[in-house]
């Protein structure tokens, strides 16, 4: 999938703020693999960031860090809410 | 190896119902190596072709559009119980494979 | 003499204690996925859920049935029976390693070993076979490794599914673990191997229609049409956990051997039909 166009408005992206974002993701990704709850595409989103960063497409590499990272929590949410919702699901 | 035909016929009166499975991997040609990236080769069947008794009963022209292991049924008239059935097909490789078997 | 109202609390007392669930063991579990699909489906006999979506749907059955007429399993059975009676390079063979020199003892896997405490599927128990007779394992999905699955399944054919849990706290965390594993959410479409197979079993999902997972695990390997060949159980696992958008486990997994553990659990006494074939 291609990052959107990058937009001309606000500060420009910095390096920093790009590689924070992809750590933070990647943080985000690592604890939803512990819990054996990691989402499909996470680890691509992260290296497509990686690249775009890389090539100095900092917004896109940040956009793309940001939705990594969000499915990191939102798969950590997931396992934990999982941990006591599986139950109600059981057939008895 | 077991064949890479098999052939199974019923016989109704003198209506012979042919059913036959065929190993071929049918390589259209179109489909690239996951790994390497590489095209795979065309291979395909070209020619398949039932004689019963020598007479050909059924003759197909087979090219891309026949996928893996092909299968293929029909019926024909004028069979009777001891007749020899032969399956054969000759593939775009010029390889080949045949088989035969008696009905009734 | 006690007193009426003392009584009165001891008898409601003694009532609630003798009507209280007993905790749910693998057996409780089993009889409760039966009747519930029982319920679900009335006119749908047991051991027809073996087959699947063609337990629910009559259109596709009759497309099934005429596929097994002459089913394209059968190649990959004989290269089955080929490569099981093909000796090791030290002179052994697969006879050696399964009782009854493997034939008709697809029915009891997966099993729990309690000396290396974890489930064997026998799948597993095929590569161990050959890594201790110094061969070298086979890939999960390789054609090789199937079709001595197909082999073994097609020589149990008819049997009924017998799954054992051994007296061992470690077996029954493998069934609980498996069973956790089937009924939690996961993915970015947040479903439970229950949410398509249970709750919506006999509902269409896009355009397939979700069989039962009652009798899952009794047609593998099974032909898939789509894909031209056999796959494993593992293989169907790993495919479903992609399509609900998780990153999905290796074959032969923890994971996934808990889960066959479970899954196969709950079709004991419904008949090994493998290996099947489907669309």
């Known amino acids: ?92 | 190896m077991a064949s890479k035909i098999k052939v199974k016929v019923k016989l109704k009166g003198d209506v012979a119902e042919v059913k036959s499975l065929m190993l071929h991997p049918m390589e259209t040609g179109s489909r690239k190596d996951p790994d390497s990236g590489a095209t795979i080769p065309v291979h395909h069947i070209t020619e398949l072709t039932f004689l019963n008794n020598g007479e050909t009963v059924m003759a197909v022209h087979c090219s891309t559009a026949v996928s893996r292991d092909p299968f293929f049924s029909f019926s024909f008239t004028g069979a009777k119980a001891g007749d020899t059935l032969e399956v054969r097909w000759v593939d775009n490789k010029g390889e080949s494979d045949s088989v035969e078997t008696v009905l009734g | 003499m006690l007193r009426p109202a003392f009584c009165r609390l001891l008898l409601l007392c003694l009532a609630a204690i003798l009507s209280l669930p007993a905790l749910a063991g693998p057996e409780e579990d089993r009889e409760a996925f039966r009747a519930y699909f029982s319920q679900r489906f009335p006119d749908v006999p047991l051991d027809e859920y073996v087959n699947g979506i063609y337990a629910l749907d009559p259109k596709a059955r009759e497309q099934w049935l005429d596929i097994e007429q002459f089913p394209p399993y059968e190649f990959a059975v004989e290269q089955g029976e080929v490569l099981f009676r093909q000796a090791f390079a030290n002179g052994g063979g697969y006879a050696d390693c399964f009782d009854n020199g493997g034939i008709g003892i697809r029915q009891h896997y997966p099993r729990f070993d309690p000396a290396l405490g974890e489930v064997v599927t026998l799948e597993l128990a095929l590569n161990r076979c050959r890594t201790r007779n110094g061969e070298s394992a086979y890939a999960w999905d390789s054609d090789e490794l199937v079709a001595l699955s197909a082999y073994m399944a097609w020589t149990s054919r008819g049997k009924a599914i017998d799954v054992e849990i051994p007296d061992d706290p470690n077996a029954l965390a493998a069934y609980e673990a498996g069973k956790r594993f089937y009924y939690s959410k996961r993915g970015q479409l947040n479903f439970a191997c229950s949410d398509c197979h249970v709750t919506s079993a006999g509902a269409y999902v896009r355009a397939d229609h979700l069989s039962a997972s009652l009798g899952h695990p009794s047609h593998f390997p099974v032909y898939r049409s789509k894909l031209g060949r056999l796959i494993s159980l593992h293989s169907r696992f790993y495919g479903c956990v992609r399509d609900v958008r998780a990153r999905p486990f290796e074959e032969q997994s923890e994971e996934y051997r808990n889960l066959e553990y479970f899954l196969t659990y709950m079709s004991n006494g419904l008949m090994v039909n493998g290996p099947g074939a489907r669309k």
Do not use: C, F, Y
Request: zero cysteines; charged letters at 30%; hydrophobic letters at 45%.
């Open chain 1, 1 to 92: 999938m291609n990052a959107a166009p990058p937009a001309e408005s606000g500060a420009p992206v910095s390096a920093e703020t790009a590689a924070g974002v992809i750590e933070q993701a990647e943080a985000a990704r690592r604890k939803a693999a512990e819990l054996r709850a990691e989402w499909l595409e996470t680890r691509d989103l992260i290296a497509q960031a990686q690249k775009e960063a890389d090539l100095g497409h900092l917004l896109q590499a940040v956009e793309l860090a940001e939705r990594a990272r969000r499915q990191g929590e939102l798969a950590v949410a997931q396992a934990e809410r999982e941990a006591e919702a599986w139950q109600r699901r059981v057939v008895r």
